[in-house]
């Protein structure tokens, strides 16, 4: 008994082939029905005492910052043109200005902050714009030296030494934690769900 097959049946068997390249397709498990799912529920009460929470720790650690005068203007100067290193960086894939960038964004959140931290955040914006090149560099550009380390690793610890010793006139304005802690306390009962 021999069968025949027509064109069509031969194409239906190729298409067959490059849709499973030869090997057996897995199958897919079956969602569960929608009424075994048991969403999660927030408390509306958790939510509410979360964001005023943070509000109020917001506000008080903005209070606190400004009457230091922050330097808005330098920082912003900086950022104005690592952000002219980054777009053509980003656009045209030049690692290169990704160096120059990083760097000087760093430092404008450092420059930013400078009279709040006694210029650990200037110590500290430079270790973290040369972080920002090593995970900018691996993840866009490949790159597999770790070279930024060297620099950021000692800047950060000199910006250590340099917190230590300005540690009591940091804590000598009064209660400086206090903010931080309610911020801290609202993201957790934020961030906390019941499960039913």
Same mark, same amino acid.
């Given at each position: 008994?021999?069968?025949?097959?027509?064109?069509?049946?031969?194409?239906?068997?190729r298409?067959?082939?490059?849709?499973?390249? @030869?090997?057996?397709?897995q199958q897919?498990?079956?969602?569960?029905?929608?009424?075994?799912?048991?969403?999660?529920?927030?408390? +509306?009460? !958790?939510?509410?005492?979360?964001?005023?929470?943070?509000?109020?720790?917001? &506000?008080?650690?903005?209070?606190?910052?400004?009457?230091?005068?922050?330097?808005?203007? +330098?920082?912003?100067? &900086?950022?104005?043109?690592?952000? #002219?290193? *980054?777009?053509?960086?980003? %656009?045209?894939?030049?690692?290169g200005?990704?160096?120059?960038? #990083?760097?000087?964004?760093?430092?404008?959140? @450092? $420059?930013?902050?400078a009279?709040?931290?006694?210029?650990? /955040?200037?110590?500290?914006g430079?270790?973290?714009g040369? &972080?920002?090149?090593?995970?900018? +560099?691996?993840?866009?550009? !490949? *790159?597999? /030296?770790? %070279?930024?380390?060297?620099?950021?690793?000692? *800047?950060?610890? $000199?910006?250590?030494?340099?917190?230590?010793?300005?540690?009591?006139?940091?804590?000598?304005?009064?209660?400086? %934690?206090?903010?931080?802690?309610?911020?801290?306390? +609202?993201?957790?009962?934020? /961030?906390?769900?019941?499960?039913a």
């Amino acid at each position: 008994m021999q069968s025949e097959y027509t064109e069509q049946d031969t194409e239906h068997a190729r298409q067959a082939e490059r849709s499973s390249a @030869g090997r057996q397709t897995q199958q897919l498990p079956s969602m569960p029905p929608k009424d075994t799912i048991a969403p999660a529920h927030s408390d +509306g009460r !958790n939510n509410l005492a979360a964001l005023a929470l943070i509000g109020l720790g917001v &506000l008080l650690l903005l209070s606190r910052v400004a009457p230091l005068h922050l330097e808005f203007e +330098g920082g912003m100067v &900086l950022l104005t043109i690592a952000g #002219c290193f *980054l777009f053509f960086a980003f %656009w045209k894939r030049v690692f290169g200005l990704v160096i120059p960038g #990083c760097i000087l964004a760093g430092l404008s959140v @450092g $420059v930013t902050f400078a009279d709040v931290t006694q210029g650990v /955040s200037v110590l500290w914006g430079l270790a973290l714009g040369f &972080l920002t090149i090593l995970f900018v +560099g691996r993840a866009m550009f !490949n *790159l597999r /030296s770790h %070279w930024p380390i060297y620099p950021a690793v000692p *800047l950060f610890a $000199v910006g250590i030494i340099v917190a230590a010793t300005n540690l009591p006139a940091f804590f000598a304005g009064g209660l400086v %934690w206090l903010p931080v802690l309610l911020i801290g306390l +609202g993201i957790y009962l934020g /961030s906390g769900r019941r499960t039913a």
